[in-house]
């Protein structure tokens, strides 16, 4: 019999690849409803060995790509890392396996409505699931990712893909409890050194939180996303909108959203329908101080003045703007340039296809 040699033992590794997409909340009049998952990805390549040296050592990030000069690669201060850990402690499991690498390879801007942090929340609900082989089920993976991202139209459609709608159950009164926990409780940054407290009793999600359901797309549509040169931070964009609102508002948006869910699956797809339907009265109108341009963008721009369009709306909580249309990407992208360059802002545009969910491989 032939015994492989100890060296050989240490180089086994446990290794796999997770893969995010972008994602667009609101598309016009869905606010905190209806996401839309987009083709540019967070990668996450993990390793680690099966038999590690005694010694404990911490994980080990790397990051190229989007945010990498900003991004922490302290595991206790990343947000990926942090919520794998949550999802971890959870389930018993106190600290990161020994010797993990993960280098993350990110297309997704940081703070521009492109739902960053939704992806990043749900890289790390999937590495806590992967990490602990705990084999949790999408709607569990969902209920983990809520707890951190409280809004759940971004997480959603990063998790299930294409264009989803969803909502949060009333939850009762234990259940709420646990939910309303703050979120620098669920997510401690504990060093890895920390000894004795390694935080093992987290508030653990109750279950069944977010239910979804996933709408037609017509595969004519594509996302033209119009990226300012300026990040804005969500809980910036939320803390500018009223906390009630008319009748005739909410209505307005109601009626609208009604129309949309369904008008994005038709083919082809009605630009007289869809234009209407993308418009707002909940959250763009108030987040128009934050970012110069965005109503003289989504007014001037179309169907009528540029074929092909079919809505403009702000992307999540913004600066992204974001144009659905069947052609005439560039003639769209261009004039939106043009605008925001009379207010001093410079844009980066791309079209993109919409995506599908998060995927693990091993
Ligand atoms: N891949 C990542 N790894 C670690 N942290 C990230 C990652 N992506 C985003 N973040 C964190 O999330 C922050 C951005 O979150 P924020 O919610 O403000 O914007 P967004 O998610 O890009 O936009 P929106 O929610 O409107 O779509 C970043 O500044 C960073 O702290
Ligand atoms: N629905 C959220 C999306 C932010 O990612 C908002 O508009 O604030």
């Given at each position: 019999?032939?015994?492989?040699?100890?060296?050989?033992?240490?180089?086994?590794?446990?290794?796999?690849?997770?893969?995010?997409?972008?994602?667009?909340?609101?598309?016009?009049?869905?606010?905190?409803?209806?996401?839309?998952?987009?083709?540019?990805?967070?990668?996450?390549?993990?390793?680690?060995?099966?038999?590690?040296?005694?010694?404990?050592?911490?994980?080990?990030?790397?990051?190229?790509?989007?945010?990498a000069?900003e991004?922490?690669?302290?595991?206790?201060?990343?947000l990926?890392?942090?919520?794998a850990?949550?999802?971890?402690?959870?389930?018993?499991?106190?600290?990161?396996?020994?010797?993990?690498?993960?280098?993350?390879?990110?297309?997704?801007?940081?703070?521009?409505?492109l739902g960053?942090?939704?992806?990043?929340?749900?890289?790390?609900?999937?590495l806590?699931?992967?990490?602990?082989?705990l084999?949790?089920?999408?709607?569990r993976?969902?209920?983990?990712a809520?707890?951190?991202?409280?809004?759940?139209d971004?997480?959603?459609?990063?998790?299930?893909?294409?264009?989803?709608?969803?909502?949060?159950?009333?939850?009762?009164?234990q259940?709420?409890?646990?939910?309303?926990?703050?979120?620098?409780?669920?997510?401690?940054?504990?060093?890895?050194?920390?000894?004795?407290?390694?935080?093992?009793?987290?508030p653990?999600?109750?279950?069944?939180?977010?239910?979804?359901?996933?709408?037609g797309?017509?595969?004519?549509?594509?996302?033209v996303?119009?990226?300012?040169?300026?990040e804005?931070?969500?809980a910036?964009a939320?803390?500018?909108?009223?906390?009630?609102y008319s009748?005739?508002?909410?209505?307005?948006?109601l009626?609208?959203?009604?129309?949309?869910?369904?008008?994005?699956?038709?083919?082809p797809?009605?630009?007289?329908?869809?234009?209407?339907a993308?418009?707002?009265?909940?959250?763009?109108?108030y987040?128009?101080?934050?970012?110069?341009g965005?109503?003289?963008?989504?007014?001037?721009?179309?169907?009528?003045?540029?074929p092909?369009?079919?809505?403009?709306?702000?992307?999540?909580?913004?600066?992204?703007?974001?144009?659905?249309?069947?052609?005439?990407?560039?003639?769209?992208?261009?004039?939106?340039?043009s605008?925001?360059?009379?207010?001093?802002?410079?844009?980066?545009?791309?079209?993109?296809?919409?995506?599908?969910?998060?995927?693990?491989?091993?």
């Amino acid at each position: 019999m032939w015994l492989l040699p100890r060296s050989n033992n240490l180089m086994a590794t446990e290794s796999f690849t997770i893969l995010v997409p972008a994602t667009s909340a609101n598309i016009g009049p869905g606010f905190d409803v209806v996401g839309l998952s987009l083709s540019l990805q967070l990668t996450l390549s993990v390793k680690y060995p099966l038999s590690p040296p005694p010694e404990y050592l911490a994980p080990v990030i790397t990051f190229s790509g989007e945010g990498a000069d900003e991004v922490p690669l302290d595991a206790y201060k990343n947000l990926t890392t942090r919520v794998a850990l949550y999802v971890l402690r959870c389930h018993g499991i106190p600290i990161f396996p020994s010797h993990l690498a993960i280098h993350v390879e990110n297309e997704i801007p940081f703070g521009r409505g492109l739902g960053s942090s939704g992806a990043a929340v749900i890289a790390g609900v999937l590495l806590g699931n992967e990490l602990g082989h705990l084999n949790l089920p999408k709607e569990r993976l969902l209920d983990f990712a809520l707890m951190v991202e409280r809004h759940p139209d971004n997480v959603t459609a990063a998790l299930i893909g294409g264009f989803v709608g969803s909502y949060l159950k009333e939850l009762d009164g234990q259940a709420s409890e646990a939910a309303s926990v703050p979120l620098s409780e669920v997510l401690p940054e504990y060093p890895p050194d920390a000894g004795e407290d390694w935080g093992l009793n987290p508030p653990v999600p109750p279950l069944g939180i977010g239910h979804y359901v996933r709408f037609g797309w017509s595969e004519n549509i594509k996302a033209v996303a119009i990226i300012p040169r300026f990040e804005l931070s969500t809980a910036k964009a939320r803390e500018v909108l009223p906390t009630q609102y008319s009748r005739k508002d909410v209505v307005f948006n109601l009626q609208r959203l009604a129309v949309l869910t369904t008008a994005l699956g038709q083919t082809p797809p009605d630009p007289d329908l869809i234009y209407e339907a993308m418009k707002d009265r909940i959250h763009q109108q108030y987040r128009k101080t934050l970012i110069p341009g965005l109503p003289e963008v989504t007014s001037s721009i179309t169907p009528a003045t540029h074929p092909g369009l079919l809505g403009i709306c702000l992307s999540g909580a913004g600066p992204t703007i974001l144009a659905l249309a069947t052609h005439g990407f560039e003639a769209i992208a261009e004039d939106a340039r043009s605008i925001f360059k009379k207010f001093g802002i410079e844009i980066d545009w791309k079209v993109l296809e919409i995506a599908t969910g998060c995927a693990v491989h091993r």
